[in-house]
């Protein structure tokens, strides 16, 4: 840090906010340093760093709407592998779950966890209270990082996850293909009030409208992530709408939609097109009612997120973007590898 402070004229007080992301110094000056710092091959004293990160304890706090989704047992997997990574660092994660979506049980559990946490891992619902209550965070001096489902205008750190939109512009190509471009159509979402899931309909949605005019839908559901009551909405849905030829499952619940297919006498004549490689979701690819399915790395996501918020808190590292996972076509040939 000496060497690049006196090549760049700079102090080392200087040198040490830019490569630690700490205070403001105007940019050409921190391109400059930067660059040099390159030149010179800097790295930062990751043990000392890990040294003093023990000394301050930091906790991470995860909240997750896991409780009855089987998806995210690989989201915790990679979480739990990512933890026993920073071990060196003192870091402790304070992990709080929830079933279904629900806003007051959200906020409650981000203002208990507030004063305990230096960074918060949130799976979020898509609504302006939890927004603001990141804004909040982020105003105190803690930062969040949203997985697995992104927060509109909340001013998050970084999101960990996939890009939804291009995951069901994939899923409405791939039903293109299966039902020569001609379908009616019945989608089964997980909830309106996660942005991703809105984001892949709206992706399967232009898809149709650009390339596959004949495909129509006419119907969306609801199964709140859940088998029983995605069962309940697919037949009611199937019952009024006899002439449903393909369906869309944009989220959990694959296994109760499935199963109202095959009570309705019609899965020979249905094309599903599913998400996320699941327990579910092969099973029922395996019985033939579930033909392809758009998947995530769930596993990646947990990891990552952990990885991100250990750079920020131990190294100051402010990510420059959101990390994306990549989306996958599993099939029936390839459903286990």
């Known amino acids: 840090m000496k060497q690049i402070a006196e090549a760049c004229q700079v102090s080392r007080g200087t040198v040490d906010r830019v490569l630690n992301n700490r205070g403001r110094v105007r940019e050409e000056i921190a391109a400059k340093i930067r ?4 030149e010179l091959g ?3 004293n990751t043990a000392g760093k890990a040294l003093a990160a023990r000394k301050k304890n930091y906790v991470v706090g995860v909240i997750l709407t896991s409780e009855g989704v089987e998806f995210f047992s690989e989201v915790l997997n990679g979480i739990q592998k990512g933890q026993e990574e920073i071990a060196d660092y003192g870091i402790t994660l304070l992990v709080r ?5 629900y806003v007051d049980k959200q906020l409650a559990l981000m203002r208990e966890m507030k004063d305990k946490v230096q960074l918060l891992i949130l799976n979020g ?3 302006e209270q939890i927004s603001k209550e990141i804004q909040d965070y982020m105003e105190d001096g803690i930062p969040v990082i949203t997985i697995n489902a992104d927060v509109e205008n909340s001013g998050r750190l970084c999101y960990v996850g996939c ?4 995951s069901g512009r994939t899923a409405g190509g791939i039903l293109g293909l299966l ?5 009616t159509i019945g989608i089964a979402t997980g909830t ?10 709206t992706g399967f949605s232009s898809l149709c409208r650009e390339r596959y005019p004949e495909m129509k839908i006419v119907d969306i559901i609801e199964t709140n992530d859940d088998d029983e009551a995605g069962y309940e909405q697919a037949c009611f849905m199937l019952n009024h709408y006899p002439e449903i030829s393909a369906i869309y499952i944009v989220a959990a619940g694959a296994a109760g939609v499935c199963r109202a297919v095959v009570e309705s006498g019609r899965a020979d004549s249905i094309l599903v097109v599913a998400s996320d490689n699941t327990n579910s979701v092969r099973e029922w690819m395996k019985k033939g009612v579930i033909k392809a399915a758009v998947c995530q790395n769930p596993f990646g996501q947990g990891y990552h997120a952990v990885q991100i918020a250990a750079g920020y808190l131990v190294q100051n590292m402010v990510p420059e973007a959101d990390y994306i996972v990549k989306n996958e076509i599993r099939i029936l040939e390839n459903i286990d590898e």
């Open 35 to 38: 660059k040099k710092a390159e």
């Open 42 to 44: 800097y790295r930062p």
């Open 97 to 101: 779950s929830m079933k279904g979506y």
């Open 125 to 127: 619902i898509n609504e």
């Open 163 to 166: 890009n939804f939109y291009s």
């Open 179 to 183: 039902c020569g471009g001609k379908a």
């Open 192 to 201: 309106v009030k996660v942005l991703g899931h809105n984001q892949r309909i």
